[in-house]
């Protein structure tokens, strides 16, 4: 094996494949880049779960598989010359010189690196890469981390002739956002749910570019092609919650206000919050003024920031940190806040335009003391 490569594209291609690469596993050659080259150089990182392979651009001289430990093959790339990087395999040592630099490493055996699912094709949809990254971005965070309830630890891909709308929940929250997509193949409608760490890597893999990324749904694996990089992830299974049921939108409160004051503000009060001092904020909704004030054992904070509308003077109880996560994802200057009462859920909308977006946060219950 024999190949010559720029030695910016090579890092690059490790570094994103390096992201599916197991740090530590009972298959050494998991730990390890499994690279390709034939008519092109690829490499394909995999942990039985994420798989992601990536084509560089090399001449090269003569065809060849090999494995490299991941973590010194990514090292010894980063730290050599901006320059062209010349590899030569021969059975499994390796030698790599790049101006002055030269090293010699030991390779494994190929044979070892477990193949990549195959995704039996059923339906596919093709959206621009922009659109693909701010919509995980603006949900992963409301995915669930409890593992009783597996379904959750993901999030719920739905397609229909409207576009393709992605749900997260964890039990306290709801994040969704929905965007147009430029073609789809298959069903008429059809829904998949992708484990969230495997989408932390498809929004690390995508640019704010508006060329396209397909989608393809497999019998029991989704794969992601952005560009010249794929990831494939096993889909989860299981009955995801219906959200449309969950999701109260006969509100009798609906009160406007500018996104980065109401964060602005969350954020003052939650200055006396930690993880060791946790407490509920206290929300009160007037007419044209939100209320929010919290009470720790250090001492006591209140800020006001004003609204549009009127909230009667309803009391309500919030967790700090997923109200403020809410507000830093919604894509808006301006959001809608909609409130029935103090148990009932706060839905946040986008206060004009299309509805492209939603979250629903649940209230915590607040002690007379508080």
């Not at 034939?38 to 001289?61: F, K, M, S, W």
């Not at 229909?160 to 147009?180: C, K, M, N, P």
């Not at 992708?194 to 989704?222: F, M, N, W, Y």
């Not at 500018?258 to 007037?286: G, H, Q, W």
Request: glycine share 8%.
């Amino acid at each position: 094996m024999k190949f010559s490569c720029e030695k910016a594209l090579l890092q690059a291609a490790i570094s994103t494949t390096s992201r599916a690469v197991s740090p530590k596993s009972s298959i050494p050659a998991l730990e390890g880049i499994l690279l390709e080259a034939d008519q092109e150089l690829r490499l394909t990182g995999y942990n039985l779960e994420t798989g992601i392979r990536t084509t560089v651009p090399a001449e090269i001289r003569a065809k060849g598989t090999l494995v490299l430990g991941a973590r010194l093959f990514g090292e010894i790339i980063r730290k050599l010359p901006d320059d062209i990087v010349e590899f030569t395999a021969e059975h499994y040592m390796v030698n790599i010189k790049c101006g002055m630099s030269e090293f010699n490493i030991l390779g494994t055996d190929p044979e070892e690196f477990p193949e990549l699912p195959t995704v039996e094709y059923q339906n596919s949809l093709e959206i621009g890469q922009n659109k693909l990254k701010s919509m995980i971005s603006q949900t992963l965070f409301a995915v669930s981390d409890n593992e009783s309830r597996p379904i959750h630890t993901g999030s719920l891909f739905e397609v229909s002739q409207d576009g393709l709308t992605i749900v997260s929940v964890d039990g306290y929250r709801l994040a969704l956002r929905h965007e147009s997509i430029k073609k789809k193949e298959g069903a008429e409608e059809f829904s998949f749910v992708v484990p969230g760490a495997a989408l932390s890597e498809v929004e690390k893999i995508c640019s704010d570019v508006e060329e396209t990324a397909s989608i393809t749904q497999g019998a029991r694996h989704v794969m992601f092609k952005v560009g010249e990089t794929m990831l494939v992830s096993r889909r989860l299974e299981g009955e995801f919650l219906a959200y449309r049921q969950a999701i109260p939108r006969n509100n009798s409160i609906k009160v406007e206000g500018d996104t980065r004051a109401l964060l602005s503000s969350i954020d003052r009060v939650s200055l006396i919050i930690s993880d060791k001092l946790k407490s509920p904020l206290r929300c009160v909704f007037e007419q044209n003024m939100l209320k929010i004030s919290t009470k720790t054992a250090i001492g006591d904070a209140a800020d006001q920031c004003p609204i549009d509308g009127d909230g009667g003077g309803l009391e309500i109880g919030f967790n700090n940190r997923y109200l403020m996560d809410a507000l830093k994802a919604a894509p808006a200057d301006r959001v809608r806040l909609e409130l029935t009462t103090s148990v009932s859920p706060c839905v946040i909308l986008p206060a004009e335009g299309e509805e492209n977006f939603l979250y629903m946060v649940l209230p915590v219950r607040l002690k007379a003391g508080e």
